[in-house]
């Protein structure tokens, strides 16, 4: 609920940077990636267990050609990080990926994302067209893969971004 009044707020607030891409896939196959740079979150020191608290709250609504809402992702993810590893996570990226299945057409993603630890918001929009299928060999996106990870719970053969029981973790800085 708090991610759609965000979303709704005029202006637009934008506290904190953060990317968002779309990946074309085989058919109507495609991907989201939304990447938080580890400076973007507020993290509250917690002296005493030696760790630093984080928590993000992601909502993304993807809109058709007419403004109606056709997917929504959202997520709520706090995180405690120990003092040993927080320098780290704050050199690297908090990642999050959402397959979508569209037929051709444009498409808007409207993305809000929460910090509660630092009590502020940030939006972002991002257009992307899903093209007609072909026939005969075609091109998926070119994407830079920034790590893979174990994929989590059974086999999602609708996920393009699990492959032989790693998740691809995409990298979408601009340089």
């Keep these: ?30 991907a989201l ?10 993290a509250t020191p917690h002296s005493d267990r030696q760790t630093h608290a984080l928590h993000a709250s992601l909502l993304s609504l993807v809109k058709d050609a007419g403004g109606q809402v056709v997917d929504k992702y959202s997520i709520d993810a706090p995180y405690e990080v120990s003092d040993t590893n927080f320098k780290a996570m704050q050199a690297g990226a908090v990642s999050y990926t959402h397959p979508v299945n569209l037929p051709p057409g444009h498409y ?11 009590g502020r918001t940030s939006t972002n929009t ?33 996920d393009p971004l699990v492959v032989q029981g790693k998740r691809l973790v995409p990298f979408l800085a601009s340089t």
């Design 1 to 30: 609920i708090v991610g759609l009044a965000v979303l709704n707020t005029k202006p637009l607030p934008h506290a904190f940077d953060f990317r968002t891409a779309a990946y074309q896939f085989r058919d109507s196959q495609s």
């Design 33 to 42: 990636s939304f990447e938080l740079p580890g400076t973007s979150l507020f």
């Design 108 to 118: 808007t993603v409207e993305t809000a994302v929460i910090d509660r630890e630092g």
């Design 126 to 158: 991002m257009q992307f067209d899903s093209p007609e299928p072909r026939g005969g060999i075609a091109l998926s996106s070119v994407m830079l893969i920034q790590r893979l990870d174990p994929a989590a719970g059974p086999a999602d053969g609708s």
